[in-house]
């Protein structure tokens, strides 16, 4: 399995930007679909996002659908989440995933592989 390891997890005024990053180990790690998933507290862990092996296809849930932006770079193993426009609701920590196959709509099952997570707070 993949390694993962997020970063760029932060506090932040609502309006505001961060950019967040996954690094994944391992020299396979384009064979991987990645996504991005968040858990604020008291909450169920959701998905946000997903990118396939290419970066051709991209997924997002509707609460972030035009503020996010996920993306990939296989040449240096990382998947970043550009969040814009950031909300209160938004406050979670964030969870980079990673799935050999590719699902339309992701769910959280699909994915066998987790990092860590990286805290969000969004302030108001």
């Known amino acids: 399995q993949v390694q993962l390891v997020e970063s760029g997890g932060g506090l932040v005024q609502a309006g505001g930007s961060l950019r967040l990053s996954c690094a994944a180990s391992?020299?396979?790690?384009?064979?991987?679909?990645v996504g991005w998933a968040r858990q604020a507290p008291g909450k169920a862990r959701e998905f946000v996002a997903r990118?396939?092996?290419?970066?051709?296809?991209?997924y997002y849930t509707d609460s972030v659908k035009g503020r996010f932006t996920i993306s990939r770079a296989n040449a240096k193993n990382t998947v970043y989440l550009q969040m814009n426009s950031l909300k209160p609701e938004d406050t979670a920590v964030y969870y980079c995933?990673?799935?050999?196959?590719?699902?339309?709509?992701?769910?959280?099952?699909?994915?066998?592989?987790w990092g860590q997570g990286t805290q969000v707070t969004v302030s108001s």
């Open positions: 990118i396939s092996w290419s970066g051709a296809s991209t």
């Open positions: 995933a990673a799935s050999r196959e590719l699902f339309t709509t992701p769910r959280l099952s699909d994915f066998g592989s």
């Open positions: 391992g020299r396979t790690f384009s064979s991987y679909v």
